[in-house]
């Protein structure tokens, strides 16, 4: 069975410029949470996504947004990218958010980098 | 809002030997779920080990055991017979089990990087 993939793997921007991070969760998982991970705030959760509608959204600005489609797919976008927004993007998978556990999978993560 | 604490920003263990790795965490909920995560060098994030805050019993996974103490609000990770292979990122996360489990966000730690000396 496939894990959960993201692409691209890597990217570079340029300040004010957007972007969109894609990510496929594993197949039968309908839950898709995004997190940016850099080395000052660690970890934060972002948004969580669950049959195409966001569930959960963590304390980021409006400039950061998503989306799931039917086949469970997602992205999110950064609008107006700024320095601070160079981070790890790591997209985790789930079957629902309605089981007990519903244990995260998580993808390789894309690492945007912005000048 | 809950938070999680890893006060342990590095820790080194000689191979073969034992480590223990700590977290705390900050919360007014009676039921939620505690969890280790493991980030190797440029792979994938993995679950190592998971505890549900009712069950008393201290979850074990191999070499991987923890230590609940939920009035203490404590939940570290010992790695028993550490192996080059355990050298990674440990991140401690809570999830609350508020609407059964559905707020699916992980609160994560600030992490501890674990070293292994052959």
């Known amino acids: 069975k496939a894990g959960v993939t993201q692409t691209p793997r890597y990217l570079i921007k340029t300040r004010g410029q957007q972007v969109t991070l894609s990510c496929s969760p594993i197949s039968g998982h309908r839950s898709v949470s995004w997190y940016q991970q850099t080395p000052g705030q660690g970890l934060q959760f972002l948004f969580e996504?669950?049959?195409?509608?966001?569930?959960n959204k963590g304390n980021f600005p409006g400039r950061f947004s998503g989306r799931q489609f039917s086949n469970s797919r997602s992205e999110m976008n950064v609008s107006t990218l700024e320095l601070g927004d160079s981070a790890l993007y790591l997209c985790a998978s789930s079957r629902n958010p309605g089981l007990v556990w519903n244990e995260q999978f998580f993808g390789p993560g894309t690492r945007l980098t912005v000048l | 809002a809950q938070t999680v604490t890893q006060s342990q920003p590095e820790m080194s263990v000689q191979e073969a030997e034992t480590v223990t790795l700590s977290c705390t965490y900050d919360t007014s909920e009676s039921d939620y779920y505690l969890f280790w995560y493991k980030q190797p060098p440029s792979r994938q994030m993995i679950l190592v080990i998971r505890?549900?805050?009712?069950?008393?019993q201290n979850a074990t996974e191999n070499r991987f055991s923890v230590n609940f103490q939920k009035a203490a609000k404590s939940f570290s990770l010992k790695i028993s017979d550490s192996q080059l292979g355990d050298a990674a990122m440990y991140f401690c996360?809570?999830?609350?089990?508020?609407?059964?489990?559905?707020?699916?966000?992980?609160?994560f730690g600030k992490g501890t990087k674990l070293s292994v000396k052959p």
């Open positions: 996504y669950f049959s195409e509608t966001q569930r």
């Open positions: 505890q549900e805050a009712y069950k008393q």
């Open positions: 996360a809570y999830r609350s089990a508020r609407d059964g489990g559905s707020q699916g966000n992980l609160i």
